[in-house]
């Protein structure tokens, strides 16, 4: 711990200086909260920055390099200065009289970040889940010199994803100079750290507008809500316990022991086992998991905006101005770069809370329509370059269980009931509306966070996976929004109810219950019994050092981005380490990945095949066949995906392609109910040696230069794919040999 301190150290600094450039701006922005805001300089400086880079890059007005990260600091300072000194006196006053609570803010953001820190040093592998993708994105924008990045895994085209949380990481990386083996794991805790500090500042916030200006109340409140925000869970794991403990009449310490921490985001179609098969995560989830996917990205921005709109529709100004309308408009274009679904989401809080609050609909509508044409042109440089995944909305025909939705959001429920009750009675009580801005905000919260959970009941999002997950990615994006609204919510509701003891003892025992969650989440993911440092790679020092050593030499050696060719590999496989660890765009990676990425299977198989036939030329035309030794006919169920059917006959969901191939499937994601299927009992490889239809030299040359491919890699998932390739064949593309470790190979092509 103590030789990674240094890389914790430097993290922190780094992020500090950045958020002090933007320190001007929050002040103004948030001269109204008590801590004037201080924390969301730091969200800030990360995003606003990298959209000034992103900007740069987009129109390739400048490169993203060191010269242009030091020429824009540059410009920011002069700026900050400009802006100093026209409000001398505004900021004198606030830092004589604030300055001993950012000192205590900033003393909680870096225990945190060096908390959690520690705990990914326990489990520091960039490996499993969508890791490698994540990590390849943030490797392709480090290589990038314009934007948007080159996909890692689609050579010859720039990534179609919602990536700007990653080139947000990037940029920190480049500028504290830590390779980004180690700022993986940084950017994870940074994520932790300022999910509970915005949390804690914007609920404390809330409190203080109310006019509940003592401190231990709107510290308790912050705390209440930062807490079960960022280490909280749902009502699972009591339900689940208490369910084993019954059935199979043993103490509840004995049937925690058999818990096993997913299940409480994976319930809703998994117990019991149907077809409708759901995603219900929340933020704690995801900082265990550590995948530093867009969802997670974007918690402290979508924070940012429910402060930024909080902050200014208690100041009493109208909403229908460009101090409002513009800034709106450029969070949510950032929300939708780094998670497209939070614009939506959070369009809709801005919505009712303004209705709320203004009870003016004509106004909520101008100011909607003005915000959209303004979101409009901060997002279309992204958008000029993006193509959406989804395919339209549909009607849901899977519900879930009402018992299920409590389990998961009931705890939520309990806390937020009396207080909506409570505000009603006041509002009816005389005629007149004699509750404050901060409860409407607050109620605007809680409905909105309903909203979403409602939503995935009636109608959802349209994508690749249209069986047993058609409508897993609708909820879990909504849902998982709605868990940090509840979450912001509950920590004020619990202090405006105080005097009711009974609803403090209620309160008491969910939010206990919520935070038992973290316990067994970070002890089974973490196990806490050897530290292994911060270093990401150890996965394969251990289990492919000779590959190690070759993505060394790669990141050490080849300048730009030329393209490689390396094994094509299925999704969650190690496979693709190569452009995965360097960002050099390979032809084809994760093959799932990139068909949910391009709208189609038709462009990644084919390239998959490309890949298939540059290797297969490579084991001297020797070529795989597969060749059906015994086979049965299968008729289509409903629901029924050739995933599913793959694993439930070959025990291997990964040969789904192998029934696809055989069927002439043009489309694999297209079959039918009472639609026949030949599934292979065994498909054993059969090489044929000096074969007719052995693949030419000219015809790999062809597609060597079709993608334009600069090094062919060899190593450990090579062999394993293709175990007769003989290096002398190398000889016939003209390639030279410029690494070697063990069986491990990089010839540049000529």
Known sequence: MIADFKFIFTWWLTIFFLSSLT???????????????????????????????????????????????????????????????????????????????????????????????????????????????????????????????????????????????????????????????????????????????????????????????????????????????????????????????????????????????????RFIGFDPDVQDKTIHEFPLYSFVVADLHGHMNDIPLVLFFVAFLFAFLISQKDPFSPEFILPSGFLLSLAFMTNAWDFAVYGLLFGISTLIITRNLWKTITTGVFIVLSWIIFTLPFYLNFVPMAEGIKISDGHSPFYQLFVLYGGFWLICLPFLTYILKKIIKGKKIIINNCDLFVAALIITATILVIIPELIYLKDIYIYEHRRANTMFKLVYQAFMMYSLASGYIFIRLRKFVWYKFTFIIIFCLHLSYSYFAIKSYYSLTEYKGLYGLNFLKN?????????????????????????????????????????????????????????????????????????????????????TQSSEEYIISPGDSLWKISKEKLNNEFLWKKIAEINNLENPSLIYPYQKLIIPIEIPNIIVENDAEAISIDEVKLILDKYQVKYIFVGDKEYEKYPNINIDNFVQLGAKLVFESGQTKIFQIK
């Not at 000192?103 to 499993?128: H, K, N, Q």
């Not at 869970?233 to 369910?243: D, E, P, R, W």
């Not at 403990?245 to 043993?250: M, R």
């Not at 050696?557 to 050099?584: C, H, K, R």
Request: charged share 15%.
């Open 543 to 627: 289990s492919y050092p000779d590959n190690l050593a070759a993505i060394n030499w790669l990141n050490e050696n080849v300048i730009g981005q030329p393209n490689i060719v390396e094994a094509t590999g299925d999704s969650y496989t190690t496979f693709n380490q190569v452009s995965m660890a360097t960002g050099l765009p390979t032809i084809e990676g994760w093959i799932v990945h990139e068909w949910l990425w391009r709208g189609g299977y038709e462009g990644p198989s084919a390239r998959a095949a490309d890949v298939d036939k540059i290797y297969n030329f490579l084991s001297q035309n020797y070529i795989n066949k597969n060749n």
């Open 23 to 265: 320190l001007p701006f929050i002040f103004l922005i948030f001269k109204n909260f008590w801590d004037r805001g201080y924390i969301f300089a730091k969200t800030l400086s990360l995003f606003g920055l990298t959209y000034i880079f992103f900007i740069l890059g987009v129109f390739k007005i400048l490169p993203f390099t060191s010269a242009t990260i030091y020429l824009v600091i540059a410009l920011l300072v002069i700026i900050d200065i400009y802006l100093i000194i026209r409000n001398k006196n505004f900021f004198q006053k606030i830092f004589s009289s604030k300055l001993l609570i950012f000192i205590v803010e900033e003393i909680l953001f870096f225990l945190i970040l060096t908390l959690w820190s520690y705990l990914r040093g326990f489990a520091p592998d960039i490996e499993g889940l969508e890791k490698f993708m994540d990590w390849g994105f943030v490797n392709s924008a480090l290589r990038s010199l314009y934007f948007p990045p080159k996909d890692m895994w689609y050579a010859l085209k720039p990534i179609n994803y919602y990536y700007f949380g990653h080139l947000v990481f990037a940029v920190v990386t480049k500028i504290s100079n830590i390779s980004s083996t180690i700022t993986y794991n940084l950017s994870v805790a940074t994520l932790s750290s300022l999910t509970f500090l915005s949390s804690f500042s914007l609920v404390s916030n809330i409190i203080f507008s109310s006019g509940l200006k003592k401190a231990r109340c709107f510290i308790i409140a912050s705390l209440l809500s930062a807490f079960l925000l960022t280490f909280g869970g749902n009502l699972h794991l009591a339900y689940k316990v208490g369910k084993i403990a019954l059935e199979t009449k043993v103490s509840i310490a004995e049937a925690s022991k058999s818990y096993w921490y997913p299940d409480a985001t």
